[in-house]
């Protein structure tokens, strides 16, 4: 079991640029989740898909965010026309259906924008 | 009022010592209470989670929760500088989202 990955790990952009992170879960898990962290903050919860479907989107997630899990696999997250406001940790979490106290993180991708 | 309450830190214990790191919340509806460890630029790492109340004991860690006053607790026993990191406490809402503390930034002093 190679856990949750992320990729990149870090990104810096400019602002008003368009930027998509990846992440791929645990293999068996069907349930995956997005977060955003900031410092000194804990995680916020974005959006989160069970296979395909994307379930529920936070508030945080502006018109600007779109999330995207196509075979049930692995996932994307794309901002577009990035701002400084956005930079932070995006990180992705994967659970069982009934399971979701049971979430395992990945590393994150640290994103910043200038 | 927030849903999970946690102060912020700085703690400074000496090695050896018991820790206790403790969080409210707002919603007695609330079930599931995990604890996640987090180092610096990393992701979280889940250590435990709790149903309903009562105690949890893996290793040197030990999570209790007392639904009646709405408070949960996170002991580590024999602490260690690797312990030091920021510590989550968090709850799972009835839509099944983790909802997380601050976090509390640990320092295990040598």
């Known amino acids: 079991d190679t856990g949750v990955s992320q990729d990149p790990r870090h990104k810096i952009t400019k602002r008003g640029q368009n930027v998509t992170f990846r992440c791929d879960p645990i293999?068996?898990?069907?349930?995956l989740y997005w977060y955003r962290q900031t410092l000194g903050q804990g995680p916020e919860f974005l959006t989160y898909?069970?296979?395909?479907?994307?379930?529920?989107k936070s508030r945080l997630l502006s018109d600007r965010f779109s999330a995207e899990r196509p075979k049930g696999s692995f996932s994307t997250l794309e901002i577009q026309r990035t701002e400084q406001g956005d930079s932070a940790m995006y990180l992705c979490?994967?659970?069982?259906?009934?399971?979701?106290?049971?979430?395992?993180f990945g590393p994150g991708t640290r994103l910043t924008v200038t | 009022q927030k849903e999970v309450e946690q102060d912020p830190g700085p703690l400074s214990v000496p090695e050896g010592a018991i820790v206790s790191l403790n969080c409210t919340y707002s919603?007695?509806?609330?079930?599931?209470f995990m604890w996640y460890r987090q180092y610096s630029r990393k992701g979280p790492e889940l250590l435990m989670y709790?149903?309903?109340?009562g105690n949890k004991e893996d290793g040197r860690f030990t999570a209790q929760v007392d639904k009646s006053s709405k408070y949960i607790s996170l002991f580590i026993r024999d602490s260690q500088p690797s312990d030091s990191a920021t510590y989550l406490c968090?709850?799972?809402?009835?839509?099944?989202?983790?909802?997380f503390g601050k976090g509390t930034r640990l320092h295990i002093l040598p």
């Open positions: 979490a994967s659970s069982l259906v009934g399971a979701a106290y049971e979430q395992y």
């Open positions: 293999s068996e898990h069907n349930r």
């Open positions: 898909f069970q296979n395909e479907a994307q379930l529920e």
């Open positions: 919603n007695s509806a609330f079930q599931y």
């Open positions: 709790t149903y309903s109340s």
């Open positions: 968090a709850i799972l809402n009835r839509d099944d989202k983790i909802i």
